[in-house]
């Protein structure tokens, strides 16, 4: 068994794969000047980054959760994946409400992808 760590920091790897699945950590905002959408926006690239060091892409992705600070803050956070999202391949996903650990953070998200055979 083969497990590969990706953007390795202090406490965590930015994703594990593991034979042909790839486990996102929550990802946060590098900007968190941004408001929701934007951090949003934010998020979803460098889950783009990650999909794609781990040999995927967005449409691998088989489910998602999507962490508020603020329920009320949905439609911005929508917004931004609406614009993402590739309507042909949409995963699974559930948004939820919870206090994040730096109340800049106004949206976290985590995710699991299939990486295609033979990358």
Do not use: F
Request: charged share 25%.
């Amino acid at each position: 068994m083969t497990i590969r760590r990706i953007a390795e920091e202090q406490r965590l790897s930015g994703a594990v794969a593991q034979g042909n699945t790839l486990y996102l950590a929550g990802q946060v905002a590098d900007d968190t000047s941004l408001d929701v959408e934007g951090q949003t926006a934010d998020i979803l690239a460098q889950i783009d980054a990650l999909l794609a060091e781990a040999g995927t892409d967005k449409r691998h992705l088989l489910s998602a959760t999507v962490v508020l600070a603020d329920i009320r803050d949905a439609p911005a956070m929508n917004r931004a994946w609406d614009r993402w999202l590739d309507p042909a391949a949409k995963p699974a996903r559930m948004t939820i409400q919870a206090p994040l650990v730096d109340p800049a953070w106004r949206v976290e998200i985590t995710g699991i992808a299939a990486i295609p055979t033979g990358t």
